[in-house]
């Protein structure tokens, strides 16, 4: 079943915020697959995070991964407009499938 | 650079099947892995099924298991996955996307635009 994420989270420019993502052992906590997908109203997902703390190439370094036991967590720092937006985990898991989270609105105030 | 592209908007009504393709440049479908991630609206991500290059084989998520089937066209480097039976929740908006060529599916990235697909009578 889908990871669990909070359905909104929010802040101010400059401030700092965490999304945290739940799952099991047969996913968050069996692997250090877990990835991070940031979608603006009606475009593409986009990779932030891989590998539970990884930054893609050109990702800024305002973005952080981190992982424990069957939770994982997403970190923004420094908030700015633009990063507005859905937030997805996702995890491999032991059935070799990618599960997601049911995803997380960011609120820039 | 990976460049996906897909087709077009699809409207079908219930019981019929769609099959959206997935062409892929820059790199060919043999150094890539492929999935599908379909979104209704407002709604989350659904992982659809996928190559696991760990297992050589395409795996698909059990709600999905005799319903959708990938395949890929190396000569063009295209991909496709056909779901039959549509019903109406399966209106959406179907990506594709691109895996590691090796080992298990730890992320997909880049994403093709997305097909609409519609079920509607």
């Known amino acids: 079943s889908a990871l669990t994420q909070p359905a909104s989270v929010s802040g101010s420019p400059g401030q700092s915020i965490t999304i945290s993502c739940t799952g099991t052992?047969?996913?968050?906590?069996?692997?250090?697959?877990v990835s991070w997908y940031q979608q603006h109203p009606g475009k593409a997902p986009k990779l932030m995070i891989y590998?539970?703390?990884n930054r893609p190439s050109g990702v800024s370094n305002r973005f952080s991964g981190s992982k424990s036991g069957n939770t994982a967590s997403l970190t923004i720092s420094g908030l700015q407009a633009e990063d507005a937006a859905d937030y997805y985990c996702?995890?491999?898991?032991?059935?070799?499938?990618?599960?997601f989270g049911g995803g997380t609105k960011l609120t820039v105030l | 650079q990976v460049q996906v592209g897909q087709s077009g908007a699809e409207v079908k009504k219930p019981g019929a099947s769609v099959k959206v393709s997935c062409k892929v440049s820059?790199?060919?479908?043999?150094?890539?892995?492929i999935h599908w991630v379909r979104q209704a609206p407002g709604q989350g991500l659904e992982w659809m099924g996928g190559?696991?290059?760990?297992?050589?084989?395409?795996i698909y998520a059990q709600k999905f298991q005799g319903r959708v089937t990938v395949t890929e066209d190396t000569s063009t480097d295209t991909a496709y996955m056909e779901l039959s039976s549509l019903r109406y929740e399966d209106t959406a908006v179907y990506y594709c996307a691109t895996g590691p060529p090796t080992g298990n599916v730890r992320w997909i990235d880049p994403w093709g635009q997305g097909t609409l697909v519609i079920v509607s009578s």
């Open positions: 590998d539970v703390s």
């Open positions: 996702s995890s491999y898991t032991s059935s070799s499938t990618l599960v």
């Open positions: 190559f696991d290059p760990e297992d050589g084989e395409t």
């Open positions: 052992s047969s996913d968050v906590g069996g692997y250090d697959y």
């Open positions: 820059g790199y060919t479908l043999i150094e890539l892995s």
